[in-house]
């Protein structure tokens, strides 16, 4: 690879290993360097890269260059008018979307650490060699299309994951959700069954906070080992397992300014709750692998179907743990005791599937409305979801009728099972038991079969897992 002091051809060939997920044509690299030899070596390399370049040598040229066209910094740490970290400061004044790589020749880790923290995406010391910064710059400018496209599917989802419902309990819940997206707390906790709606609650927390332009970041605590989910989280160093080839950026980090969602807290290893405890007491973490304190500013908002004060008393949940997320604590309500909800979201949720499915379906006649409101919906709101969205879907007229609902009596789940002996129930076997019928009602397909029981996929393949339902590979 090419030295970037070796003055690199102009028909170097572009590094195949570089990152492609942005459209290079359409960015503007700004190179800002004393030296009239970096600036060239690094404008013919990033020029090959399918880069626009613009060349600065002081900081008086950079703040004149940069404009809103610009969409990624390289910056020299040291320059002859002024400090390089001036220079980046000014950046992240004008727009923090920029990302900002530092160069220099004066190599320390106080000088990155410095950079880092304040605002920089990410380092380099020279000599560096052009590919690996060509790499580089491709990353920071894909993490930074990233969370622009999340911000606009944001602002583009926010209308959808409004809370609907006018029973008292939702109407308290409406009055609650904005009192907290507004105030100054770093955690918060939401609870409630499977299915009642828990990330739309998230959702709105976020949207309805003074954080709504930053990104939300929705993690699955029960999706991935614990090993696995740490990474996730707080990301890694190169070498610091078999599979880390590169540095990672986490998610904690990748959220910074926005929301963090982790979704079945209750389900996360207890050596993973102490890390995250670290974090949330010193809003700092370091990298897997790696020894550097990394700060960031996110809210993390969680939530449980699990009730955890027993999960404490279990010694499977970390008291100090619960007691830091449980600050405020929203309560999400089953279904069943949300009443005259049923009719408001079946109307929203018509609406919602002719404008996807392009259909014409109205309404409920009175039988299907009768049946809908007595049904006890052991799924809630997600259940009710993919019932009205099969309904939709098969209907043959305008108005769904009964027929069109068969299947919720065709795929229920016989009553017998939730009989209480006079000796008390096993409630991993009941659960076990559940997990079985779901799958043989749906022909084991695993999505089906997680809804009829009220549980998301990952959920219900980490039960399936734990009771030993998973299919075995061939051959063992």
Known sequence: MAHA????????TPSPTAPSLVKRGQARVLVIDDERL??????EKLKDEGYEVLEAADGASAIDALDASIDLVLLDYRLPDTDGMEILAHVQRFNKDIPVIMMTAHSSVEHAVHAIKAGAYHYVAKPFELDSVAITVARALETSQLRRELRTLQVKTAEGSAIIGESQVMLALKRLIPRIAA????????????GTGKDLAAHALHTQSDRRNGPFVNITC??????????????????????????????????NGGTVFLDEIGEMEVPLQAKLLRFLEEKTFRRVGGSEEISTDVRVVAATNVDLKKAVTSGKFREDLYYRLAVLTVHLPPLREREGDVDLIAAHLIKKFNGEFATTVRSLDRDAQRLLRTHPWPGNVRELRNAMERAVLLAEGDALSLDDFSFLRETAIDATVFTLPAGGIDIAELERTMVEQALQRTGDNQSQAAALIGMNRDRFRYRMKQYGLLPKAKGS
Do not use: N, Y
């Open 5 to 12: 002091l070796a003055m690199a051809h102009p028909t170097e």
């Open 38 to 43: 970096i600036r060239w070596s690094l404008k």
């Open 183 to 194: 105030s100054p707390a770093s955690t918060v906790l939401i609870t409630g069954e499977s």
């Open 222 to 255: 029960s999706a991935l080992p614990a090993a696995l989910l740490e990474s996730e989280f707080f990301g890694h160093e190169r070498g610091a397992f078999t599979d880390a080839k590169t540095r990672k950026e986490g998610l904690f980090q990748q959220a």
